[in-house]
Nanobody, 117 residues
Framework: QVQLVESGGGLVQAGGSLRLSCAASGVIFTINAMGWYRQGPGEQRELVATITTGGSTNYANSVKGRFTISRGNSKNTVYLQMNSLKPEDTAVYYC???????????WGQGTRVTVSS
């Protein structure tokens, strides 16, 4: 059973930085892509950033130039460096892993990020 565990959320002032981490365990097949999504209060879950095994990245327009996604050496970890945080970045951030061999997506439990003005 694949499990994703996020860490690194918290409270930060506007303009500050946070680094989120996500580690996958129980992985037998290759994780083809990992990513971060977020869900703000009263909003739908939205894509923040994704990264493939080959290193290709994709970012939401709202975070381009401020957030950087990267994968660890084990390829089963993913990080999100968040700089120049804004109050509108306040949300619960979820880690996602896609395993094509199983045609399944896996989600972490979420980590809360609160940016105060």
């Amino acid at each position: 059973q694949v499990q994703l565990v996020e860490s690194g959320g918290g409270l930060v002032q506007a303009g500050g930085s946070l680094r989120l981490s996500c580690a996958a365990s129980g992985v037998i097949f290759t994780i083809n892509a990992m990513g971060w999504y977020r869900q703000g209060p009263g909003e739908q879950r939205e894509l923040v950033a994704t990264i493939t095994t080959g290193g290709s990245t994709n970012y939401a327009n709202s975070v381009k130039g401020r957030f950087t996604i990267s994968r660890g050496n084990s390829k089963n970890t993913v990080y999100l460096q968040m700089n120049s945080l804004k109050p509108e970045d306040t949300a619960v951030y979820y880690c996602n892993a896609q395993i094509s061999a199983l045609n399944k997506d896996y989600w972490g439990q979420g980590t809360r990020v609160t940016v105060s003005s």
